[in-house]
């Protein structure tokens, strides 16, 4: 089978060889004919000759500029900073230098700034390992680096009835306990669609996102429902008075933020314009990057540009009156995991952008956020693995978490002469 495909391979390269001496004999015969073109319009107008000149430079400019490299595919290193990770889903630096990397199974992987690793076993009641659910995203407390207290988002319970939650733990003794501060009211049979990204706002509130089972997708419409939501609570559980829909403390709508969402992984807030950004998954087509509003409803299942699996039609709509339209979808879908904004001056080409990871394109894209439409180009084209995790380092340096069951922490940092150090770039 090896041989036969060589095979193949080295047939494919005397076509393209054949192919390339005919497109270069091509070249010159035009290039020829050209030249007689030129001797004759010479002999006829001096006007003609130098339009005919200022066409070929045109030409010429344009073929120069079409064999430019895309931007951030070569003048970058690729280092990787921690390997053989099972499942990981989030990564979060260390203020004190290191890593914390969240496992599905239920561990922190920590790297100090001594470069030790050091494996986490949580306590976690409930903990439910299965499909995309189990342990998921992590943000470090404010003041982690005196009390080593981080925050949590994981699925709890068993295959017939599974939740969302969100707690805390400080990462201190052999085992260290989780205390479940909130749990999503609604409960599904399926292990997937968890959504799971956690935002702290500046008012001391928190945003999760959660998804909508998957076989439960109608349920993202419905205010008695949480799944298919953005929700806000207070740190010890509650919902704020001030929510979009807040009736009474344990109604679920309280604690709706926005509605609409089929399965939302991306979610951040721009330091500098306030704007919260989302990124969800769509069906067959239609990921979206959506700008976040309290109260507003983004549309699943009832607006989409996505098909289903099975090829059917999912809605007639791609717009729908009282529903907010994306501000970019993917269609065919990359399957966008996490979204981080960079406003940084070690990559000055990429300020201003949102980065996007994604899983099905196993790429990382770069939108900007000061066009409209918001146009998207791949970067760190060396990738090629599906991508869980995007965090934008101290250093400026760009930082992304492979998805599986060997995943690895990769850094994507500047060019710099050599033998300089990184760290002497800052």
């Known amino acids: 089978m090896y041989s036969s495909c060589t095979d193949d391979n080295t047939a494919y390269n005397k076509a393209q060889h054949k192919s390339y001496n005919f497109m270069l004999s091509c070249q010159v015969q035009v290039v020829d004919s050209l ?54 889903w989030a990564a979060v630096e260390n203020p004190l230098g290191g890593w914390l990397i969240t496992e599905r199974g239920g561990t922190i992987i920590e790297y100090t700034n001594a470069g030790q690793r050091l494996e986490i076993p949580l306590q976690i009641d409930l903990l ?5 659910g189990g342990l998921l995203d992590i943000v470090l407390a404010d003041d982690f680096t005196e009390t080593r207290r981080v925050y949590l988002s994981f699925s709890v319970g068993d295959d017939s009835e599974n939740y969302l939650a969100f707690g805390t733990a400080k990462l201190v003794g052999d085992k260290p306990e989780v205390q479940r ?23 001391g509130t928190w945003l999760m996102t959660s998804g909508d089972g998957f076989d439960y997708r109608e349920q993202a419409q419905q205010k008695s429902s949480m799944l298919g939501k953005v929700l806000r609570f207070n ?7 001030n929510n979009p829909f807040y009736t009474t403390p344990d109604a679920p709508q309280s604690y709706i933020y926005t509605l609409g969402h089929r399965n939302p992984q991306g979610l ?24 976040l509003e309290a109260g507003n409803n983004y549309g699943w299942p009832v607006v989409t540009l996505g098909m289903d699996y099975s090829g059917a039609k999912i809605s007639p709509f791609t717009h729908y009156d009282g529903m907010v339209d994306p501000v970019l979808n993917w269609t065919p879908s990359i399957a966008p995991s996490s979204v981080v904004v960079y406003q940084d001056s070690a990559f000055p080409e990429l300020a201003n952008h949102l980065l996007v990871s994604s899983l099905k394109d196993q790429a990382l894209y770069a939108v900007a956020l000061d066009q409209n439409p918001m146009s998207t180009m791949q970067i760190f084209a060396t990738i090629n693995e599906r991508l869980r995790d995007v965090i934008v380092g101290r250093d400026g340096s760009v930082y992304v978490l ?9 850094r994507f ?12 770039l800052r």
């Not at 669609?193 to 702290?200: A, C, M, N, S």
């Not at 951040?268 to 700008?291: F, K």
């Not at 500047?414 to 300089?420: D, G, H, I, T, Y």
Request: a negative charge.
């Open 35 to 88: 030249i007689d073109m030129c001797k004759a319009l010479h002999q006829r107008s001096q006007k003609l000759m130098l339009l005919l000149a200022g066409i070929i430079s045109l030409f010429g400019a344009f073929c120069a500029q079409a064999d430019d490299p895309p931007p951030l595919t070569g003048n970058f290193h690729q280092t990787q900073i921690a390997g053989y990770l099972a499942s990981p």
């Open 128 to 132: 439910y390992v299965a499909g995309q």
């Open 181 to 203: 501060l909130f749990t999503v009211k609604t409960a599904k049979d399926t292990p997937v669609h968890f959504g799971g990204r956690l935002l702290k706002l500046a008012d």
């Open 235 to 241: 740190e010890d559980g509650s919902a704020p008075l």
């Open 268 to 291: 951040v807030q721009d330091p500098e314009s306030g704007t919260i950004w989302l990124n969800e998954h769509g069906p067959d087509g239609g990921d979206e990057i959506n700008a």
């Open 402 to 410: 492979t998805d599986g069951e060997r995943g690895r922490l990769m």
């Open 413 to 424: 940092s500047p060019l710099r002469a050599e033998n300089v150090p990184e760290h002497s």
